[in-house]
């Protein structure tokens, strides 16, 4: 028996997945790694999807990628699905698991640009490593040129994925202790995506006079966000969270404000 196998280090990488195979009849024997680290919400997530693909989907939650090798090593991999190949330990990773086909999935926009690494910040891209196959990406037309003969388009954007599968994404993503005033939201808004800390002192005032501002805090965060901002936590991951008010005020023009964010 062959199975699937997902490294996905987080949520929205699971979203980009589901987009991807949408065309299958199902996730046929699947294995979900998750890295169970850098991101809120995961331990949540990781049930949910567990308990929605119960007939034929498998979650196990790891703190480093290697030890999925327990487990993988005792299956026969079709497919491996990641979300990077980039650094040494991952790549070794990819050649020992030893796939029929390796497929990249889209995160965002570090597939799109070069990025260093290691200790002597060499320059490569996400999708490079010889063992990739496939990189599965939004804007294939963008990407760079050494990475681009391996891409093949997700042929649906990510918001009319979610927007067709309404149900599918609150049994997943919904965050059932979102801050309550997001319910009664109106008038002008304006969005800022904090990093590690938070610095909404650097978006000139002007910018957001009277405007209702919501917060959507990183992941990991270190700063407590003060009481008398709005979160924006209506779901579990950034992504959705703007899908979601971008579909609820789609009269008017918000502006999103934030630091190299990849959401």
Known sequence: MKYNVCLFSKPIQVVNYLNYKQDEANLDRTLF????????????????????????TEIIKVSDYYLSLKYAFTKKIKTLYIDSDVGIKLRFLIFLLSPEKTVLIEEGIGLYREIDVGRYRSKTYIGEYYKTNVI??????????????????ISTSIMSFVQKNTELM?????????????????????????DWYFNVEKIPSGKIENRTLLVKPHPGIKDVVPEQYILLNRYLIGELDLIWLADRFKDQIIDVYHHNSTT
Not at 35 to 53: C, H, P, Q, T
Not at 173 to 189: A, T, V, W
């Open 136 to 153: 599965a990406t939004y804007n294939p037309d963008k990407m760079p040129v050494k990475t681009r003969p391996k891409a093949s388009r």
């Open 33 to 56: 790694f998750l890295k169970n680290v850098g991101f809120s919400g995961g331990d949540i997530v990781a049930e949910r999807l567990e308990k929605i693909f119960s007939n034929n």
């Open 170 to 194: 609150n049994e997943l993503f919904i965050n059932e202790k979102h801050d309550p005033r997001l319910d009664l939201l109106s008038g002008n808004i304006a969005v800022y995506i904090t």
